[in-house]
T-cell receptor, first 114, second 114 residues
Framework: GDSVTQMEGPVTLSEEAFLTINCTYTATGYPSLFWYVQYPGEGLQLLLKATKADDKGSNKGFEATYRKETTSFHLEKGSVQVSDSAVYFC?????????????FGKGTHLIIQP | NAGVTQTPKFQVLKTGQSMTLQCAQDMNHNSMYWYRQDPGMGLRLIYYSASEGTTDKGEVPNGYNVSRLNKREFSLRLESAAPSQTSVYFC?????????????FGEGSWLTVV
């Protein structure tokens, strides 16, 4: 079945550091890929997405490129801020996988220190 | 702009009690979902509904029932609560399935079964 693997953390960085959160996936079809962010006590919000190979999703300084050859969708940001502290989820949707809905990774807790 | 609204936000149940989590969306979306979130497990799909009048099982449906009351509302029922159902529950919706489409999440319902 479909699966998403991401580094679990917690990942602790200093403000203005470069961020990479790795995400790899397994899917039976041609999935769409997503990054969601969850701030404390809140639901998940879409951060960015890519629907086909080589697409780059970007939002709020975050970027991720859909790499079919390495089945990866790594999240990057050039200079993180304290306000970026949150839990980040990589996810996929796979119409060839049968069920509707997203398959999520376990989440990466990001802590940014001033 | 309410988006996805779920109630209650917090609930404590005794083992064996029943309860219903309510969810409504005001975005005229066709697809609705119920997920549970557990530490170290990410989010897992319980049930989904592709359209009014249809429901399908997700990854972890045992112990739950759902009703798609109309296009706006999708409820989740625990008939006989168990401690293993202690979790955070999220309702979500999308315009038409998850493939390439953004899924919008509610703020979550914290359920404790004692």
């Amino acid at each position: 079945g479909d699966s998403v693997t991401q580094m679990e953390g917690p990942v602790t960085l200093s403000e203005e550091a470069f961020l990479t959160i790795n995400c790899t996936y397994t899917a039976t079809g041609y999935p769409s890929l997503f990054w969601y962010v969850q701030y404390p006590g809140e639901g998940l919000q879409l951060l960015l997405k890519a629907t086909k190979a080589d697409d780059k999703g970007s939002n709020k300084g975050f970027e991720a490129t859909y790499r079919k050859e390495t089945t990866s969708f790594h999240l990057e940001k050039g200079s993180v801020q304290v306000s970026d502290s949150a839990v980040y989820f990589c996810a996929l949707s796979d119409p060839g996988g049968g069920a509707d809905g997203l398959t999520f990774g376990k989440g990466t807790h990001l802590i940014i220190q001033p | 702009n309410a988006g996805v609204t779920q109630t209650p936000k917090f609930q404590v149940l005794k083992t064996g009690q029943s309860m219903t989590l309510q969810c409504a969306q005001d975005m005229n979306h066709n697809s609705m979902y119920w997920y549970r979130q557990d530490p170290g497990m990410g989010l897992r799909l319980i049930y989904y509904s592709a359209s009014e009048g249809t429901t399908d099982k997700g990854e972890v449906p045992n112990g739950y029932n759902v009703s798609r009351l109309n296009k706006r509302e999708f409820s989740l029922r625990l008939e006989s609560a168990a401690p293993s159902q202690t979790s955070v529950y999220f309702c979500a919706s999308s315009e038409r399935g998850s493939s390439g489409n953004t899924i919008y999440f509610g703020e979550g319902s914290w359920l404790t079964v004692v």
